[in-house]
Every structure is written in structure tokens, then in C-alpha cells.
């Protein structure tokens, strides 16, 4: 069963250091989103994408972050200069967004910053 | 507006027993509304979900029940399982928009 994966599954960094998480979503799908959970909290939306720009963005997704599809592949989520609370896990999720609002989850990232 | 709210916060049941989780929202253009499982370490894994225009959902012993004028939807586990314990979250959302999660209900089903 096709399935979403992420990478690296854990990244430690230095507070102030720029990261870039990585997604591949299953194959057919046209919709794109991240979330993170912090440790023991709820999953939060940070960003949907489509068609190659964003569709949709959250509060917590301010200029620090930003997104991309460098290739027909891959969905990356950049931080530009980390900071203490942004460790958390981040999970990148993908639905085909015809005719249904499915998403599948890939297993996360942990970022912790240090 | 934007907030889901899910009760209770953690959830003990016995084994064979009924598993109850509630879900109110405010936003009525909200007209998507699934449940995630998720394991400790993993991503949360879709259960089941249900659009507006039914009352009740079934799948297996999973049951969605959705009351549009009160504005909750809940999910009952019937027969709950050791291997359902796990965190269960109820989300919402608008068409092609990102899913508004609840607080999360952790579920220990003991045999």
C-alpha cells in the first residue's frame, strides 16, 4: 500500500541554524500539507499546498518557514532560523482532494533544537 | 471559531466495553469530520469520517455519530480492544483546507 514517507525521521540543530525536512507523498496525490505536534499536544495545520503555491497557511507558519516542491517528487518544509519552540514532530500529509478530504500522515519528523 | 474540542481528556475502559470520545465545533462551514488513531511514535493513521449530511457512520466497531444542530459528532468503539489503545483525535475541516485537530482523548483499554 502506497504510503507517505519523511526524512530524516530525527534532526537535532542549533538554535538560529536553517533546516530542511523532507516528504515524499504518495505518488497520485495533488494536495500537500505539514503539521506539527509538539510533545503531548495536539496536531496543528501549518500549511496546505497545491498546484505548485499555497493554498492555505496558519498562524504559526510565518516567515520563517516556507515550502516547496523542487521536483515531481519531493515536498520540503524549510525553517530558516530555528528556535527553542519549534521542536516538535512534524508530519507531512497528502490526499488526492477529489471528491474526498482524506489525508495520509507520513511518520514524522522529531526536530529537536538545542 | 476555528477550535475543535474534545472530551475527555483520557479514557479507561475494559476490555469488551464501549468507547466513547466527543467532538463540538463552532465553525458550521466545517463539512468534513474524520478520526485519527495514532500510536506512540507514529502519525496519526485515518479511522473514519463522515460529511454532514448523515447522522451515523459505521465501519467494523467503529461508529461516527453526527448531530449537525448541536454541532458534535462523536466516536464510539464497540467490543474496545488492548490493541485500540491508543491517542484518537477528532478533526474538521473545509474542502481542500488543512484539518483543524481536536486535543486528542488517550484511550487504555486493560483486559
Known amino acids: 500500500e502506497p504510503e507517505v514517507t519523511q526524512t530524516p525521521s530525527h534532526q537535532v540543530t542549533q538554535m538560529g541554524q536553517e533546516v530542511i525536512l523532507r516528504c515524499v507523498p504518495i505518488?497520485?496525490?495533488?494536495?500537500f500539507y505539514w503539521y506539527r505536534q509538539i510533545l503531548g499536544q495536539k496536531v496543528e495545520f501549518l500549511v496546505s499546498?497545491?498546484?505548485?503555491?499555497?493554498?492555505?497557511k496558519s498562524e504559526i507558519f510565518d516567515d520563517q518557514f516556507s515550502v516547496e516542491r523542487p521536483d515531481g517528487s519531493n515536498f520540503t518544509l524549510k525553517i530558516r532560523s530555528t528556535k527553542l519552540e519549534d521542536s516538535a514532530m512534524y508530519f507531512c500529509?497528502?490526499?488526492?482532494?477529489?471528491?474526498?478530504?482524506?489525508?495520509?500522515f507520513g511518520p514524522g519528523t522529531r526536530l529537536t533544537v538545542l | 471559531q476555528q477550535q475543535v474540542k474534545q472530551s475527555p481528556q483520557s479514557l479507561i475502559v475494559q476490555k469488551g466495553g464501549i468507547s466513547i470520545i466527543n467532538c463540538a465545533y463552532e465553525?458550521?462551514?466545517?463539512?468534513?469530520f474524520p478520526w485519527y488513531q495514532q500510536f506512540p511514535g507514529k502519525g496519526p493513521a485515518l479511522l473514519i469520517a463522515?460529511?454532514?449530511?448523515?447522522s451515523e457512520k459505521k465501519e467494523g466497531r467503529f461508529t461516527i455519530s453526527f448531530n449537525k444542530s448541536a454541532k458534535q459528532f462523536s466516536l464510539h468503539i464497540m467490543d474496545s480492544q488492548p490493541g485500540d489503545s491508543a491517542t484518537y483525535f477528532c478533526?474538521?475541516?473545509?474542502?481542500?483546507?488543512?484539518?483543524?485537530f481536536g486535543t486528542g482523548t488517550r484511550l487504555q483499554v486493560f483486559p
Open positions: 500529509a497528502s490526499g488526492t482532494g477529489v471528491g474526498t478530504d482524506t489525508q495520509y
Open positions: 505518488s497520485n496525490h495533488l494536495y
Open positions: 499546498f497545491y498546484n505548485n503555491e499555497i493554498s492555505e
Open positions: 465553525n458550521t462551514a466545517f463539512d468534513y
Open positions: 463522515i460529511r454532514p449530511d448523515v
Open positions: 478533526a474538521a475541516s473545509m474542502y481542500r483546507i488543512g484539518l483543524i
